[in-house]
């Protein structure tokens, strides 16, 4: 009996161009999670599911994720074949991929979703999974970059969006970032709105806050910065 492969293949269809291709998934039985950052980043033992998120058309190089809007208007399209689709070589990402070529995938997902003019929390998305590739290669520098390119798209997404998603975990994930960036006193400021919102009832993202608003606290003293009376008050 032949071994289960990691990767098998589903159909899809290019919101661009429109015809039917395969992109490859990664079998749940091989999706084995070595840990999970505190901003979400999961570091995978095997095979890293994040690779193939994104579907890359094959015929015109549209590249997007389940998370895009489905409609595509003539104008869109247009503006995407005078930025790229008109100098398309036919590059292959539908089977395996290496971490070259899944930042690829997002790179130019990316920029699908600014000409698409996609949702801020899209585009979010795409810039933190960027992030997280340079994380997995121990890049800082470009890490940080892009986190703060999320940073500022989660920000957007806060304010535009607020009402429709999950605010508790949105306004932790932005405290955290701030946090990875070294801006604590905005970090602190976004999870102490997660701790005392009375209407906030996610206890998951109430607790996650309270440690990672010990942790901020941590890296002040670490840095030598001075506390708010807050946190010199708490002692905790």
């Known amino acids: 009996m032949a071994e289960l492969e990691p990767l098998y293949l589903i159909q899809t269809t290019c919101l661009c161009c429109e015809q039917p291709f395969h992109t490859s998934r990664v079998r749940s039985s091989f999706k084995k999670t070595a840990k999970t950052d505190t901003d979400f980043c999961m570091h995978y033992k095997t095979v890293n599911p994040d690779y193939y998120v994104v579907r890359v058309c094959p015929f015109c190089g549209f590249s997007f994720t389940e998370n895009f809007s489905e409609r595509m208007t003539p104008k869109h399209k247009s503006l995407y074949y005078d930025r790229l689709g008109k100098n398309w070589n036919a590059l292959d990402l ?4 290496d971490w ?3 930042m690829q995938s997002y790179k130019l ?13 899209v585009v979010a998305g795409l810039l933190h999974h960027i992030a997280w ?12 970059r892009f986190l703060e390119f999320a940073l500022d798209a989660y920000v957007k997404v806060f304010e535009t969006e607020g009402a429709d998603v999950n605010n508790a975990r949105l306004m932790y994930l932005i405290g955290e970032l701030h946090r990875r960036l070294a801006n604590y006193q905005q970090a602190v400021l976004w999870f102490g709105r997660v701790i005392n919102d009375k209407k906030i ?27 708010p009376e807050e946190m010199r008050e708490s002692g905790t």
Not at 94 to 97: C, P
Not at 111 to 120: G, R, S, T, Y
Not at 207 to 218: G, P
Request: proline share 0%; net charge negative.
């Open 94 to 97: 539908t089977g395996e991929r």
């Open 100 to 102: 070259n070529a899944a």
């Open 109 to 121: 997902a990316l920029v699908c979703a600014q000409i698409k003019e996609e949702k801020d929390r």
């Open 133 to 144: 590739l340079y994380r997995y290669k121990d890049n800082r520098e470009q890490e940080n």
């Open 201 to 227: 009832m996610d206890s998951a993202m109430i607790r996650a806050s309270r440690e990672q608003w010990v942790q901020t606290r941590e890296d002040m003293l670490a840095a030598k910065m001075e506390l």
